[in-house]
Structures are given as structure tokens and as C-alpha cells.
């Protein structure tokens, strides 16, 4: 039987396993709408189906009062220098953000999914309606904080990498930092 909750679509990709070439996301630095660093990146989520990236993993550590969130993809920019990353959200509703728990979130049902997108619309995009939203199909197409960056290319990307966001919990394919298990990282990249 076909996994059909919307969720299954969603795959973790560590920033390490990111062609370097352009930018090295590999624990960039994430500045906030007021220049402020909020956090590093850790990784991408990505819909393997649309092959389009959702929302950027970002740990915060104790800034902030979050330890990982996500970042829809759409309100991220890389800064002139290619050294940071830099968000449109204040850091008032970066607090707002859901917090990201990967082994919850991979087994989002659908309304689950709907309500954490319904929440960081809340928070990310006050004055989006939210009807755009409280409908029952996905509009990650359409949806304005998850356009797709032109700094962004899946051609970059080791897809073999690509993992499922319950595996990255286990921990038994090297991804222990996602799962909070330790901070140690891989030692090539690619």
C-alpha cells in the first residue's frame, strides 16, 4: 500500500551534501531581518515528488527560545558576500515559527501538516490571508513564502543524500546532529 499522507513526500538533505561551488551552506550563518544572527543552517526540507525545497532547518540553539525550526524556503536570501543567509522575518515572529521535531513532523497526518503551515503563515506572514491556507489541497506551488530562490538547484544537490526525515531520528545515517544526538560533523564533502 502507497504511503498517502502528504508528509511522506518531505526528505531531510544536510547542508554538507550541497555543492559547495556557490555557496557553502554547510552551518551558514542565518541573520535575521535585523542583521542579527538567529541561528546556522542545518539542512533542507525537501518534496522529492515537486523536487522543489520547502523550508530551510534551522538550529538556533538557545537563541531565540528554539533550539530548530523551519524556515520557509521563500523568506530566505543569500547575503552579497555568499556568507550568510539572510531572513525577511523579524525576530519577533521567528519566535512564532513551530518548533521542528523531525520524528513528529515525518509523521504529520495531513491535518497536522495543514495546521503547522497554518502556523507559520501566523507567524511568518501576518497578512496573508489564511484562507489561502485553511483549504485542504497544498499550495506550496503557489504559496509566496515557499517560491523557489534562484540561488536554489536541486543539479547542486547530492539527491542520493536525500533522506527520510525518520531516518535522520535514528541516527544510523551519520545525520545524529538533526535528532540532537551530539554535534560532530561528517569529515569530506563533496
Known amino acids: 500500500m502507497s504511503e498517502s499522507r502528504y508528509a511522506s513526500r518531505f526528505r531531510y538533505l544536510d ?3 550541497i555543492d ?3 555557496v557553502n551552506f554547510d552551518r551558514l550563518t542565518v541573520l535575521g531581518a535585523d542583521g542579527d544572527p538567529i541561528g546556522d543552517v542545518e539542512g533542507f ?3 522529492v515528488y515537486a523536487k522543489r525545497v520547502n523550508h530551510i532547518v534551522v538550529d ?3 537563541q531565540n527560545d528554539l533550539r530548530r525550526f523551519l524556515l520557509p524556503i521563500g523568506h530566505a536570501s543569500i547575503s552579497a558576500d555568499r556568507k550568510s543567509l539572510r531572513t525577511d522575518v523579524t525576530p519577533l515572529a521567528l519566535r512564532y515559527l513551530p518548533e521542528f521535531e523531525a520524528d513528529r513532523f515525518c509523521a504529520f497526518t495531513d491535518e497536522e501538516l495543514h495546521a503547522f503551515e497554518r502556523n507559520t503563515v ?8 489564511l484562507e489561502a491556507v485553511a483549504d485542504s ?3 506550496y506551488e503557489c504559496w509566496g513564502h515557499y517560491r523557489q530562490p ?3 538547484s536541486m543539479d547542486r544537490c547530492a539527491t542520493d543524500r536525500l533522506r527520510s526525515l525518520a531516518g535522520t531520528i535514528a541516527g544510523s545515517s551519520g545525520y545524529d546532529r538533526l535528532a540532537g544526538v551530539g554535534s560532530s560533523r561528517r569529515g569530506a564533502r563533496h
Do not use: E, K, R
Not at 122 to 129: F, G, L, N, S, V
Open 15 to 17: 547542508a554538507a551534501d
Open 20 to 22: 559547495d561551488a556557490v
Open 45 to 47: 526540507v525537501v518534496d
Open 60 to 62: 538556533s540553539g538557545v
Open 122 to 129: 501566523i507567524a511568518c506572514c501576518p497578512d496573508q490571508p
Open 137 to 139: 489541497t497544498w499550495g
Open 150 to 152: 534562484d540561488w536554489w
